[in-house]
């Protein structure tokens, strides 16, 4: 390559970004300049009074632009990221999400610029999500040259709704182990600032309070275990639309005594600290990153199968796999954690392995840029070979 090949990075979100917008803009920061020129647009609703991503990005150093809608339907977004297209003469329009896999597509027939999409899954729960924005989503992304799939459940959704096989590549989403350690000295003082007592055993759990994180499942699970085991305590950590049914949840079955709800935290990497198991209880995921950062952490996995999680976790050697939608399920493999401590940590060391080699963020990284550098080769080829033909 002569030159960096220029990428823009295009999501559209509301509210803090997840795990999705931590990967964005830390793939961002860690790429190699002298072959990639970055940036890293997020459309944002002028109505949306928790966006952070400006001030995660302000902490990296990153290329970083915003525009701001003045309502989803905001039409005056295209023509502004024509404008940034031709001012940075980007390459390849890297989507996150199905308004701008739309945009990517239209920009590709406008710009000339080569479209690509990661596609995380529909793990919406609205009605215009289901019956209107996730189909066509698909049947955009059908049309792309290259897209990646977080999980094979999701590749094969795509190829199901007409992606050619050969455009569809499956990476599973990797994390920083760097950046999360467990530092076993810190336990004990965690533990007492969030008012447990040495003997307490503590469910931990991670992520959006919506429909799909089944976090009302977890609660009937431990109100079952609290049968037997009077020492049991819960941390949910997040937000969303469900978090008030599921305080009414919390006070139905007389929880209130051992279940912490604590909003949306930045220090979820010390909270794992006070953890003696880490539960996710999902209907559906992509590739969860809340599940990743507990391998790195090594808090102990109990999870549901949902989207990749049973690819990314190995059951009986990560942590332990259950089916979804299954209270039961969830009892059982906690209980066993309980029951062995001994055989937990041993699989939670091979967890951390895990994110160490296979799922490093370094891999993922090298995986999505072989596929940029794939798709400038076919752009520049088409260039050289119309050229020619130009001459001729």
Known sequence: MMRAIRVLELRRVRGTGGGRGKTILLASARTEARRFAVTVCYLRDKRDSIFSIDRKASDLPVDYIELTESHSFDVSI?????????ERDIDIVHAHDYKTDVLAWLLSKAEGITPMSTAHGWTGHSWRERALYYPLDKRVLSRFPRVVAVSSDVRSELVRNGAQEHAVTTILNGIDHTEFRRDRSRERAIRHQLGFADGD???GAVGRIEPQKRFDLLLEAVASLRAKHQRIQLVIVGAGSRLEELRAQVN??????????LG??????DLH???????QSSDYEGTPNAVLEAMALESPVVATSAGGTAEIVRTGIDGLIVPTG???AIVDAITSVLGDPDAARVRAASARRRVETDLSFAARMNAVEAIYVELFKARTGAKTSRLATART
């Open 78 to 86: 295209f023509p502004r990221l024509r404008q940034v297209v031709r």
């Open 201 to 203: 055993f503590v469910i």
């Open 252 to 261: 139905g079955l007389r929880l209130g005594d051992v279940c912490q709800l």
């Open 264 to 269: 949306n935290r930045t220090d979820v990497a």
């Open 273 to 279: 600290h006070a953890f003696n198991v880490f539960v």
């Open 326 to 328: 299954h209270s039961p």
